[in-house]
């Protein structure tokens, strides 16, 4: 693709100042993010308008990605170096995926893509009110590439978008696809989004108008989340929970961990879970930076199981491209070193993976939201009634409790009930977890534990308040809530094998029963639920063509990862009330929709 390559595209900074003093939001995407220059001008623009009142969004696609360190370097003694170093400070490990960095609470956002433009195009959800094409980072492909790029960009155009581009040759293709050329980019085109013709498929709407306020339904990690998610959108939410104060029960563990995942395959399940603990990396350190919560980010070790050695699993990294500040392959004796007890196995060490008390982060998240968000304890929903453009929910007697135009549905197995949805495939699963007084033992009978968490065929967590918290058993289908001496036994071979220590007696050994849901294909449920009732009959093909119950959401399904994923689900949602880019690409977000299982039924209704 011909043009101007070495040039970089500059945006007219009066007219984004014209657009975001009109806009509740700006959202604008570079192709090529180079070394920043153009997020940095901008960002200073912003910055030093008194009059914007926008929330701005800024997506970048890049092949390579500069490094934090060459990012320092790049504005060393410019105007921009204190901003160069705030943003470097941010700067994630740069894997195939799309991170978030928050510039500016709840008002700056950078969305950061690794990868080719015409890759990344398909896999963003936003509607883009500016674009910048660099020519440097576009196709190489002279004869497909110009009108590839120009329908991927017209799908992500709002109205009346705008366009700056260096690559003079796209003219004729970004004509075809609706953009008007109006004016001199000065080195390159401007355009402007003008389509001859309306849409043929405007998405479905999934939220109803009104006043930005949303009940959420269950005040466990998953309910918080969201009510932080949303007040960073400026929305306002009410928690509802049965209990008296919120993250009581699935998320009342004393600790857990949180880490990423190294699939050979690197499927959505691994891509998801790698981009939930890059996210959960920063919601964590923040909770204990800002709030104390107790927990450390300073690393997971998790002891691989199936390949030999670590030239194997230094290969596998390799092949995906993982860099070292996301995960590293150690052998036996630098895993033993790194976590301070004797290990026969090879293990992966996730650097930005930690632990943290869940009641804490859940708590974190509200102190977040600040007022925004509000809790109501004691009240629990016995029934979901829609009515006119809102939803009610409803105690045992059938009266209303509260009605918003927007609920989401956080709690668990009890969303499935209220759902009529007890026929997907989740289940309910029994854990406990083992906790033993190490600090109060004797010296003969105290457990060596790690310096960082141990995990494998269970985990074993650093000492916790003087206590030493490892397990955990898992059970579908069972109900029992007492804490059963089989499984403290479980939990004390698992130690065994983990840790190569005995363990203490079990009769020295307390524990813990929590329910967990899991989903057959172990991820969650995020996003807008199915109108099975109004699908009946239908044969559909594609999640986007699912009708849905307008309004209504779920966050639910976090299995034993709700401390790696809340944030990023949260967010997600979040973004898809508030109509939002999301911060998750479409492939991914397709694989954690709740239609999934609905849709398998729907593909095999009869035409």
Not at 344 to 370: I, M, N, T
Not at 422 to 447: E, F, K, M
């Amino acid at each position: 693709m011909a043009g101007a390559a070495g040039r970089p595209v500059t945006p007219d900074l009066d007219a984004l100042r014209a657009l975001w003093s009109k806009r509740e939001r700006v959202v604008l995407l570079q192709a090529g993010f180079g070394d920043g220059s153009a997020l940095l001008k901008l960002w200073q623009a912003w910055q030093d308008d008194a009059l914007q009142r926008a929330r701005l969004v800024f997506i970048a696609i890049d092949p390579a990605c500069i490094t934090a360190a060459a990012l320092r370097r790049a504005h060393a003694g410019s105007a921009f170096e204190g901003m160069a170093d705030r943003l470097a400070a941010a700067w994630p490990p740069t894997t195939h995926n799309l991170h978030r960095i928050d510039l500016a609470p709840a008002s700056l956002q950078l969305l950061l893509a690794r990868g080719e433009v015409l890759d990344w195009l398909p896999e963003l959800q936003a509607q883009i009110d500016v674009f910048l094409i660099d020519g440097a980072h576009t196709s190489a492909d002279p004869q497909r590439g110009p009108q590839r790029l120009a329908k991927a960009l017209a799908r992500l155009a709002a109205p009346a978008a705008r366009l700056w581009t260096s690559v003079e040759s796209l003219g004729d293709s970004l004509a075809s696809a609706g953009f008007a050329q109006d004016g001199d980019a000065g080195h390159g085109l401007y355009a402007v989004f003008r389509p001859r013709h309306a849409r043929r498929t405007p998405p479905p709407p999934t939220r109803t108008p009104g006043d930005r306020h949303a009940l959420v339904v269950g005040a466990g990690l998953a309910g918080c989340a969201v009510a932080c998610a949303l007040a960073e959108q400026g929305w306002r939410s009410t928690l509802i929970d049965r209990c008296d104060s919120p993250a009581t029960r699935a998320s009342g563990n004393p600790a857990g961990l949180f880490h990423g995942v190294v699939h050979r395959q690197d499927g959505a399940h691994a891509r998801f879970n790698r981009a939930a603990a890059l996210q959960a990396r920063q919601v964590v350190q923040q909770a204990i930076d800002e709030h104390g919560a107790p927990g450390d980010v300073a690393g997971v070790l998790r002891l691989e199981s199936k390949l030999p050695d670590r030239a194997s699993m230094q290969a596998v990294l390799d092949a995906l491209q993982l860099p070292p500040d996301y995960v590293q392959a150690l052998d036996a004796a630098e895993a033993s070193a790194r976590c301070g007890l004797p290990l026969q196995r090879p293990a992966w060490f996730y650097p930005g993976g930690g632990w943290v008390q869940p009641a804490a982060l859940a708590r974190s998240f509200l102190q977040r939201a600040g007022p925004l968000a509000q809790f109501r304890g004691g009240v629990a929903v016995h029934g979901l009634r829609q009515d006119g453009a809102g939803w009610c929910l409803l105690d045992a007697n059938g009266q209303t409790i509260d009605q918003a135009g927007t609920v989401v549905l956080a709690h668990a197995a009890g969303a499935l009930r209220l759902l009529d949805a007890t026929h997907w495939p989740l289940s309910a699963v029994r854990g406990q977890i083992s906790l033993y007084d190490n600090a109060a033992a004797d010296a003969s009978q105290r457990l060596s534990l790690p310096r960082i968490p141990l995990a494998g065929a269970g985990y074993l967590l650093p000492e916790v308040e003087g206590m030493a918290i490892f397990g955990a058993s898992a059970q579908p289908g069972d109900d029992d809530d007492c804490v059963r001496a089989d499984d403290q036994a479980f939990n004390l071979r698992r130690l065994q094998v983990l840790s190569g220590q005995q363990g203490p007696a079990p009769e020295a050994v307390s524990g813990r029963v929590g329910w967990r849901l899991v989903a057959d294909d172990r991820l969650p449920l995020v996003g807008a639920v199915p109108d099975e009732v109004l699908l009946r009959g239908q044969s559909v093909e594609r999640l986007r063509d699912l009708p849905r119950r307008v309004g209504l959401y779920m966050f639910a399904a976090l299995a034993s990862r709700g401390i790696g994923w809340a944030a990023l689900g949260g967010r997600v949602l979040a973004a898809q009330i508030a109509a939002a880019p999301l911060p998750l690409e479409a492939s991914l977000v397709r694989a954690i929709d709740p239609a999934r299982f609905v849709l398998r039924g729907a593909r095999r209704a009869p035409r």
